[in-house]
């Protein structure tokens, strides 16, 4: 596609409940990233994939929170056992590398 | 000590004045600095990118980097009620390509 795709746009779950958050980034780029961004905030780095792998990590809150990409294209984040801290715009970038990101529209996820 | 600080504004400027935002970062081995613009409910837009010391020009911004200083800087010339907007500060150890954002500052142009 021509941009960063994330779906859902929105998500509203309840506390405790699993989600998945999806991200097709744009074709041919290397490098996914998923950050966090709560409002007043800047984005709160997740993880960085490069291709299939997860490069870094290191930024995933808890256990609670899992990303894949399995086949070095789309990727999904998981959270599991949501509490209604997790609540934010889940935003999703790629890139050849990190000196270029285009970011995808976000999901904004509500945890009640 | 946060890794990138910025000011949270709001900084208000009037139409066709210069606006400068400014960033210091913790990291003494970042490499690579970024300015980011987000409009409200938007996602981040790349605008600018500066890799060393001194001043980067392209149309009306300009990114200043100070590696001694750990400050890195965008001026905006002849500002616009469009620019009014979010401006996010990003630092990037080369090594680890983690980019770290600051929390923005918010610039509102006024006619």
């Known amino acids: 596609g021509a941009g960063v795709s994330q779906t859902p746009s929105n998500k509203v779950t309840e506390k405790g409940k699993y989600v998945e958050l999806r991200c097709d980034p744009i074709?041919?780029?290397?490098?996914l990233y998923w950050y966090r961004q709560s409002l007043g905030q800047g984005p709160e780095f997740l993880i960085y994939f490069q291709g299939t792998g997860a490069a870094d990590d290191s930024g995933l809150p808890n256990d609670r929170f899992f990303a894949v990409r399995p086949e070095g294209s789309v990727s999904t984040l998981k959270i599991q056992r949501t509490e209604r801290g997790d609540s934010a715009v889940y935003l999703c970038?790629?890139?050849?590398?990190?000196?270029?990101?285009?970011f995808g529209a976000g999901s904004r996820l509500t945890v009640l | 000590q946060k890794e990138v600080e910025q000011n949270s504004g709001p900084l208000s400027v009037p139409e066709g004045a210069i606006a400068s935002l400014n960033c210091t970062y913790s990291d003494r081995v970042s490499q690579s600095f970024f300015w980011y613009r987000q409009y409200s409910g938007k996602s981040p837009e790349l605008i600018m990118s500066?890799?060393?010391?001194g001043d980067k020009e392209d149309g009306r911004f300009t990114a200043q980097l100070n590696k001694a200083s750990q400050y890195v800087s965008l001026l905006i010339r002849d500002s616009q009620p469009s620019d009014s907007a979010t401006y996010l500060c990003a630092v990037m150890n080369t090594g680890f390509q983690k980019l770290v954002f600051g929390t923005g500052t918010r610039l509102l142009v006024s006619p």
């Open positions: 970038a790629s890139g050849l590398g990190a000196n270029v990101l285009t």
């Open positions: 500066i890799y060393s010391n």
């Open positions: 074709s041919g780029h290397t490098a």
